[in-house]
């Protein structure tokens, strides 16, 4: 049995992996539905540039992931102008933003999804396992590792099996129980505010990602969901119902980037964390010390992009298969 703490893109990706394998799992989510947060605010950009290599072949076997069993997925492309970053971007097309300033380049198959429906589609499966929510888990630590799991907010205590393994894909919740396994993780979180907009061109062209700036939108069909790129740096997120932030700032320069992006069009904001280690890549694999427990978080700007293939190759792990990818970069052991 597999104990998945969080059901993000992270955790519910994990638990279809193994489903795959005939292995059995269980999710806890703390929240009373999927998607309450990051996963269920993002952007849902899947992407493939990236400048780290070991991080760029994840993404594109993820990117076939989604092709092959997302149908939300949309073959949208980006619009790439990158800013002193070597992406290897030579063979795509140059293609003229919408507002006809400067050019990019344009990754066709690069595209989109719409997050709630994927956490929606994966929490649906119940083959091996369930997702069970309003569960806050915290874990029961011995010498020998972890030997429950206590639900803070309905009070059941779950007895962990010798030989179950836990894995940790909780977010914002990673710090915590960071602390009760104390694995030093050195996870950073920065806010992020996306604003949706109105969108009064009927734009149904890629999304447009101009680095320079820091700002991008993405089309979903009446909305144009954009971001400046803030880099807000926070705490850690440690009670429910934050409010959603609007800066002002931000939206000013997003009309700066694409000038039809007005605030006076703008419909809704949200506002989210992303987590990251900080050499900004994900942790996927066994912790150092507490036998049986496993890391499966740190996923930054790019969890929905990268998480598939990492999640297949931890469900080979966990299974006592050789991963598809050589899961030792993202070991948690390189800050321990
Ligand atoms: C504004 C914004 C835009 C983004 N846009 C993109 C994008 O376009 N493309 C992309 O690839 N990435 C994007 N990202 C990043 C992406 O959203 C994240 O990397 C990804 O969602 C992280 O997924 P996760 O499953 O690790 O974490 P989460 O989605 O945070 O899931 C963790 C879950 O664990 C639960 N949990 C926490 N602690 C506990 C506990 N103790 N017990 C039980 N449950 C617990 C939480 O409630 C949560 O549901 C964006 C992020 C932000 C903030």
Same mark, same amino acid.
């Given at each position: =049995?597999?104990?998945?703490?969080?059901?993000?893109?992270?955790?519910?990706?994990?638990?279809?992996?193994?489903?795959?394998?005939?292995?059995?799992?269980?999710?806890?989510?703390?929240?009373?539905?999927?998607?309450?947060?990051?996963?269920?605010?993002?952007?849902?950009?899947?992407?493939?540039?990236?400048?780290?290599?070991?991080?760029?072949?994840?993404?594109?076997?993820?990117?076939?992931?989604?092709?092959?069993?997302?149908?939300?997925?949309?073959?949208?492309?980006?619009?790439?102008?990158?800013?002193?970053?070597?992406?290897?971007?030579?063979? *795509?097309?140059?293609?003229?933003?919408?507002?006809?300033?400067?050019?990019?380049?344009?990754?066709?198959?690069?595209?989109?999804?719409?997050? =709630?429906?994927?956490?929606?589609?994966?929490?649906?499966?119940?083959?091996?396992?369930?997702?069970?929510?309003? *569960?806050?888990?915290?874990?029961?630590?011995?010498?020998?590792?972890?030997? *429950?799991?206590?639900?803070?907010?309905?009070?059941?205590?779950?007895?962990?099996?010798?030989?179950?393994?836990?894995?940790?894909?909780?977010?914002?919740?990673?710090?915590?129980?960071?602390?009760?396994?104390?694995?030093?993780?050195?996870?950073?979180?920065?806010?992020?505010?996306?604003?949706?907009?109105?969108?009064?061109?009927?734009?149904?062209?890629?999304?447009?990602? $101009?680095?320079?700036?820091?700002?991008?939108? %993405?089309?979903? $069909?009446?909305?144009?969901?954009?971001?400046?790129?803030?880099?807000?740096?926070?705490?850690?997120?440690?009670?429910?119902?934050?409010?959603?932030?609007?800066?002002?700032?931000?939206?000013?320069?997003?009309?700066?980037?694409?000038?039809?992006?007005?605030?006076?069009?703008?419909?809704?904001?949200?506002?989210?964390?992303?987590?990251?280690?900080? $050499?900004?890549?994900?942790?996927?694999?066994?912790?150092?010390?507490?036998?049986?427990?496993?890391?499966?978080?740190?996923?930054?700007?790019?969890?929905?992009?990268?998480?598939?293939?990492?999640?297949?190759?931890?469900?080979?792990?966990?299974?006592?298969?050789?991963?598809?990818? $050589?899961?030792?970069?993202?070991?948690?052991? %390189?800050?321990?």
């Amino acid at each position: =049995m597999v104990h998945i703490i969080g059901a993000g893109i992270a955790g519910l990706l994990l638990a279809e992996a193994l489903s795959k394998k005939g292995k059995k799992w269980c999710v806890y989510e703390r929240a009373a539905t999927v998607g309450a947060e990051a996963s269920g605010k993002t952007a849902g950009i899947i992407r493939t540039y990236e400048a780290d290599p070991v991080i760029a072949a994840v993404a594109r076997a993820s990117l076939a992931y989604y092709i092959a069993h997302e149908p939300s997925f949309r073959k949208t492309g980006i619009l790439l102008r990158p800013w002193e970053v070597d992406y290897a971007l030579e063979d *795509a097309p140059v293609k003229i933003f919408s507002h006809g300033r400067f050019s990019g380049f344009l990754l066709e198959d690069n595209g989109t999804l719409e997050p =709630m429906e994927t956490l929606q589609r994966l929490a649906q499966n119940t083959l091996h396992g369930l997702v069970r929510y309003n *569960a806050e888990m915290r874990l029961e630590l011995s010498e020998g590792g972890v030997t *429950a799991l206590v639900d803070t907010l309905g009070g059941e205590r779950i007895t962990v099996q010798k030989d179950d393994q836990v894995v940790i894909a909780a977010g914002e919740g990673a710090p915590a129980l960071s602390v009760q396994t104390a694995t030093p993780l050195g996870l950073i979180s920065h806010q992020r505010s996306l604003y949706e907009y109105h969108n009064t061109t009927a734009y149904r062209g890629p999304v447009e990602w $101009d680095e320079e700036s820091g700002c991008y939108f %993405r089309p979903c $069909d009446e909305t144009l969901i954009a971001t400046a790129g803030e880099q807000i740096p926070v705490e850690p997120r440690l009670s429910d119902g934050e409010a959603p932030v609007k800066s002002e700032k931000s939206l000013a320069a997003i009309a700066a980037a694409f000038p039809f992006l007005n605030p006076q069009q703008l419909k809704s904001y949200r506002t989210c964390r992303r987590t990251m280690p900080l $050499d900004n890549r994900p942790y996927c694999g066994a912790d150092q010390n507490q036998p049986g427990v496993f890391w499966f978080t740190g996923f930054g700007g790019r969890g929905i992009s990268i998480a598939p293939a990492l999640a297949e190759a931890l469900s080979a792990a966990l299974n006592g298969e050789t991963p598809g990818f $050589d899961l030792a970069p993202f070991s948690p052991a %390189r800050q321990q």
